[in-house]
């Protein structure tokens, strides 16, 4: 991987999976009716007696690859975003979250990124819902880089874990190197005001750095691939610095990563929050960078909300 590639995400994690699933025996693949679309053409022609092909029926998938985790297995199962977390929840709870179970459930075109099928196929809310069952680490990779990282952490956890991955091509952001669930990295130091994205708008909210930059504006970004849990050491830090904070997530503004950041430092360190993402609302369709530059969530967009903020009393 080249820094500024564009890859797919679902084809760049569906090819990490099949590597280490090739060293590591216990892993298997359930689908429903999505495998090739989730990456996985490679792994069900090496390995077809560890590919579960279980039909348009996502609750049930859950249900079994809650019991091949009680017979040793370590079940991943991937398909579309609001249907492995809204249409699924009271099995992910019971199944996989109630009963600790060690499987992977991985929401790909996650956000808006199945922009022109509508609201049915936004999943705009997976942080809110899974953030609610107790136990499950949530996870949004920035850039295929850590896409690839994750999966192996995510496969290394023990314990239910939920990643969330886009459709469009994001480019290669960073260096790869190890994932550590529950921690973030600082990106770019600043002392006017923090920001703090996740999944791919941390490619957005890079660009905007240079526009803010241009205006006067020294913004400090910390990039959070996990959501829960937060990186509260990290977070803390910076905003004692900045005293100021914008969160950005391909989310609604209620219930994601700016939600958990509020309950944050509303405990530990009050200070004044944007929370830039998709209004409580059904969400409009169209192209996906048009529906993304709609809501402010492009680079311009970003930029356009960090400074009025700032230059607010």
Known sequence: MKLGEM????KTFGA??????????????????SGKSSGFGDFMKAAPERYYELGIMEQGATG????????????????????????????????????????????RNSGISYSDLGSTHHSLDDFAIIGMI?????????DPGEIRSAAAAMLEHEGPVYMRIGNNKIPCLF???PFIIGKGRLINEGEDITLISTGSLTGAAMGA???????????ELLGLPTVCPLDRELILASVRKTGRVVTIEEHYIHGGLGAAVC??????????????GVPHDYATSGPYDE????????AAGIAASVEGFVKRP
């Open 7 to 10: 890859l797919d995400p679902r």
């Open 16 to 33: 990490a999976v099949t590597e280490i699933a090739l060293k590591n025996k216990d892993i298997v693949v359930l689908s429903a009716d």
């Open 64 to 107: 079994i690859a809650a019991g091949l985790a009680t017979a040793g297995k370590i079940p991943v199962f991937c398909a579309i975003a609001p249907f492995v977390s809204a249409r699924n929840y009271e099995m992910f709870r019971n199944d996989i979250g109630y009963m600790r179970q060690n499987v992977k459930i991985v929401g």
């Open 134 to 142: 107790p136990g499950v680490s949530i996870i949004a990779p920035q």
């Open 175 to 177: 260096e790869e190197e």
């Open 209 to 219: 750095l240079e526009l803010l930059r241009a205006k006067g504006i020294a913004a």
């Open 263 to 276: 309950e944050l430092l509303c405990e530990e360190h009050p200070v004044p929050v944007l929370r830039l």
């Open 291 to 298: 529906v993304l530059s709609y809501y402010g969530l492009d």
